[in-house]
């Protein structure tokens, strides 16, 4: 994709993906009705994250990078999003940050998850992120390919790092470093 375009607002970015019609746009506090059962469906699965709550707008909010929050949309339905969460306070990691990506039910599968963090990518070397990390459970294969489909790389393994639900789980660590900023 040409520079200039990837500089543009995300809402005017459209994509085709399996006949369907998406549109990818940031994410804001209006979209939130339509994120919270998005996220706790994925929590739901038990491969999300270990948290087994969804936090209300306000957490999430402050939690998340400002301009790197996005959903994927379908005739005005959300039906996914993504977002970056800085790794750390301290200057020398701010183009660090750790991606989260959801997606509804009716969604998976379908592609549409793989072009939503293609365009987080893009979004964070805009924003001049160098860096992006993932944290995935180990079960949760899918989302590790589309990490890997966008340039991620395994870098390691966290075995029974942390118990969920009484099971200790083995986290995947991934991280994609830009070859378009921070070099």
């Known amino acids: 994709m040409p520079k200039n375009l990837r500089q543009k607002p995300a809402a005017v970015r459209i994509a085709v993906i399996n006949l369907m019609m998406m549109e990818i746009q940031a994410l804001t506090q209006k979209h939130w009705p339509e994120v919270r059962p998005i996220y706790q469906s994925g929590i739901g699965t038990g491969n999300a994250h270990f948290s087994l709550q969804v936090p209300e707008w306000d957490e999430w909010d402050h939690e998340h990078v400002k301009n790197c ?25 701010a183009g660090v940050a750790e991606v989260s990506i959801y997606m509804a039910e009716q969604a998976r599968g379908k592609g549409m998850g793989k072009q939503l963090l293609a ?51 083995d986290v995947v660590l991934l991280e994609r470093r830009s070859t378009e900023t921070g070099i």
């Open 69 to 93: 929050r996005l959903v994927a949309t379908e005739n005005g339905q959300v039906l996914g999003w993504a977002a970056l969460t800085a790794i750390s306070d301290r200057c020398v990691f």
């Open 119 to 169: 365009e987080l990518v893009k979004q964070s070397e805009a924003d001049n992120f160098w860096t992006l990390e993932a944290r995935i459970f180990a079960e949760n294969e899918a989302s590790i390919h589309i990490h890997q489909q966008n340039g991620f790389r395994i870098v390691g393994r966290r075995e029974r790092i942390g118990k969920l639900n009484g099971i200790w789980r």
